[in-house]
């Protein structure tokens, strides 16, 4: 015999509501809340029976039921003769649905659902069970609110077989850990669930009330098992966070390539794992280990501002690496501890820029570079056109590794309590074995690796470890009901080209083709949940028609939302042209940016090609039609024509600039001319707004939203895909 009391507990008469139910239990109550697609969680119930005599009702299989929920599917078994599966789907935001099959004692039912939930206090809930059946066929509709607080929760729930006698239910959580539902009709029948969460565990129990049909009040206990970590009775024992700083970290990860190197890490997953520390009160402090990271200065500026903030929760840093360069040695200077190998090296000679001028190769191949710019410091072609460095040049480049190198000694210097002529100093001297640098002050203690577990335990008795692979896996339960509000991260990463965004097949770096950039730009501004946008940009430029295609669609889109740009490494040329447009300009000390100017060129392969015997002849109608042709520079005229479209294009460069800064024409022009800056050079010439990376923007996309929180939308993903690849070959056998 099936226990019906079982199955009556699950269904209608345990506090489960059409309109909150959300976890695995949904196939339960109404399917459609597996549309929330939590992370794996599993009840055990067991039915111990009449609280009278506490005896077990047959034998001991039909006494115990599962729920099992993972992802959007659900499974549950309450018995020998009753299994259940279900799938839930979100239709829009706040809509869901939901079906699920049942079957019972041989024979199959249907039911489907449909949760509506417009606001985060309040959620509608509508269920059709045993669709089609003739004899149980029966709807179920609720409604749940939330008087301004996700730990109490009102509920009313209409059975069509029972219209006049609603269920009208309650559950709290009065203290974090402590769950309390329960559900009454008014004819007196009532149910009761208790129960304390401890983390990812939580155990209970459900008393029922007896019926006509049942005198005695029963009775039945439950376990439940979460992926997703719950409010918790019990503080969790504090613990450190072991983070792994290896391989590359740059903005964004790379489509496949033959040659290309990966990025191991985003720099967003990097400052992610920080924040989720910081916010994290179980985690007292990170053991950083820096294995020789590839990262760019700015990077490493964004992660050593993200690690003050987590110091100043009053949580502790101790940075552990075995080889340092500057960049690295600037970085673990955050730490309040700096620990390397007793074998290891800490080099620290300073900064240094290097040019490589290619016109001497080119002249013995035959080959010149013609071009044309506007802006003196518009450097870009010289590498191909001289011999040295151009006086211009010279005073940029001098300049950044001024700015670098005041910053890297200052930092440094007060971080490690050293006088700036100190650590200049032992920057002079440059290169230390690991026991010198400890004798010189750089470091405080060696150990190896493997030593650092137990050293640990001994200084942090009570402290348990977790890696960052473990803690970025853990998940929190949203208890809220409605869709966080979104705030789009869009990459505009690599060189500015027309057409899509790809992956270089050879060596694997990223460009950022217009058409790509222009349908995320697009699709987020539609997208009435997106609240805010973001673009991150590692760019030095490139096409200016593109650059202005993906410039129109920031154009618009800042008329309906807020635009802020983050600057990550480099952001130069039509980098900062599709930044100007920004409500907002955040940008990193070492950022290079500017580079507000223009040029036009092409290579004369005419001499090569006379070395070589090749003979070439043209024919032409109209006098410039081989204006662009590699036989031959541009003449006199072509120069006057091109360097009047150059300048026009400069203008409307500067006067955009003028318009969206709020700054003068002739300023810009003083501060453009091609020329680069720092950011911290960029903000004093007004260029940028803000010092700050990618989380400070996202914190300002959060106030300019008026939200607390939200989910974050990265795009566009660039992959070169095999059908682009197939399409690439194709092509080349036209």
């Known amino acids: 015999m099936i226990p019906l009391f079982l199955i009556s507990l699950l269904v209608s008469s345990t506090p489960l509501s059409v309109a909150t139910t959300d976890d695995a239990l949904a196939l339960m109550a109404n399917p459609a809340g597996l549309a929330t697609n939590r992370n794996i969680n599993l009840y055990y119930l067991y039915n111990f029976g009449s609280t009278d005599t506490l005896t077990k009702r047959g034998d001991f299989w039909h006494n115990q039921s599962f729920a099992l929920q993972a992802g959007n599917l659900g499974i549950s078994y309450l018995d020998m003769t009753d299994f259940r599966i279900g799938v839930g789907t979100k239709l829009t935001d706040g809509i869901s649905f939901g079906t699920a099959y049942r079957r019972v004692h041989g024979r199959s039912f249907w039911d489907a659902g449909i949760l509506i939930r417009p606001h985060q206090y309040i959620s509608f809930g509508a269920v059709m069970q045993s669709i089609g059946h003739q004899v149980r066929n029966q709807y179920i509709t609720g409604i749940g609110i939330r008087p301004l607080t996700n730990r109490l929760t009102l509920t009313c729930d209409f059975y069509s077989d029972d219209w006049k006698n609603p269920r009208i239910g309650l559950e709290t959580e009065p203290i974090n850990g402590v769950e309390i539902k329960g559900k009454i009709t008014p004819d007196g029948v009532y149910s009761i669930q208790a129960g304390i969460n401890l983390d990812k565990i939580s155990i209970g129990s459900i008393l029922n009330s007896a019926t006509e049909k049942n005198s005695s009040k029963r009775w039945a206990g439950y376990l439940r098992l979460s992926g997703e970590r719950r409010r918790s009775l019990i503080k969790p024992a504090p613990r450190f966070l072991e983070m792994n700083l290896t391989g590359t970290i740059a903005d964004q990860k790379t489509g496949f390539s033959l040659f290309g190197g990966s990025v191991d890490y985003t720099t967003y997953q990097v400052l992610n794992t920080i924040q989720k520390a910081k916010q994290d009160k179980s985690i007292k402090g990170i053991v950083l280990k820096l294995n020789n990271p590839n990262m760019s200065f700015a990077v490493a500026q964004e992660i050593k501002s993200a690690l003050h903030d987590f110091k100043k929760e009053n949580k502790e840093l101790i940075v552990y690496a075995p080889n340092m360069g500057i960049i690295d040695y600037y970085l673990a200077c955050s730490g309040d501890q700096i620990i390397s190998h007793p074998l290891g090296e800490t080099h620290i000679p300073g900064i240094t820029s290097r040019s490589m001028f290619l016109k001497g190769s080119l002249d013995k191949l035959g080959l010149e570079f013609d071009y044309e710019r506007i802006g003196k410091h518009k450097n870009a072609p010289e590498m191909l056109t001289q011999d040295t460095m151009s006086l211009a040049t010279r005073e940029v480049i001098n300049s950044i590794l ?333």
């Open 402 to 734: 001024d700015d670098y190198y005041e910053h890297i000694t200052n930092t440094i210097a007060e971080e490690r309590n050293f006088t700036k002529e100190q650590i200049i100093e032992k920057i002079n001297y440059g290169f230390y074995l690991a026991k010198q640098a400890r004798q010189h002050g750089l470091l405080d203690d060696l150990y190896y690796e493997d030593e650092l577990d137990s050293i640990f335990k001994a200084k942090y008795k009570g402290f348990a470890k977790i890696t960052d692979t473990r803690f970025n896996r853990q998940k929190d339960y949203e208890y809220d009901w409605s869709d966080l509000p979104v705030v789009a991260v869009i990459y505009a990463n690599g060189e500015i080209t027309q057409g899509e965004s790809r992956t270089d097949f050879l060596m694997g770096g990223n460009t950022c083709g217009a058409n790509t950039m222009v349908r995320a730009i697009r699709q987020a501004r539609k997208d009435k949940n997106t609240k805010a946008v973001i673009l991150r940009i590692d760019s030095p430029g490139g096409d200016g028609f593109a650059s202005d295609l993906i410039f129109r669609e920031l154009e618009l889109t800042r008329k309906d939302k807020p635009v802020i740009v983050s600057m990550g490494s480099l952001s130069a040329s039509g980098g900062y042209y599709i930044a100007m447009v920004a409500d907002k300009i955040f940008v990193s000390p070492a950022t290079i940016t500017g580079s507000i100017g223009v040029f036009a060129a092409k290579l004369v392969t005419r001499d090569m090609y006379e070395k070589l015997g090749i003979k070439t002849e043209t024919l032409k109608r109209g006098e410039r039609a081989d204006a662009y042709s590699s036989d031959r520079t541009f003449t006199d005229s072509e120069r006057e024509i091109l360097q009047n479209q150059l300048q026009e294009f400069y203008d409307q460069f500067i006067d955009k600039v003028a318009q969206y800064r709020n700054l003068t024409v002739e300023y810009v022009d003083s501060v453009g001319q091609g020329r680069i800056w720092t950011g911290n050079q960029a903000q004093q010439n007004l260029l940028v707004d803000s010092i700050g990376g990618l989380l400070n923007a996202i914190d300002y996309a959060k106030e300019k939203a008026q939200v607390k929180k939200v989910k974050l939308e990265f795009g566009p993903v660039s992959r070169m895909g095999f059908k682009k690849i197939l399409a690439s070959i194709m092509k080349i056998y036209e």
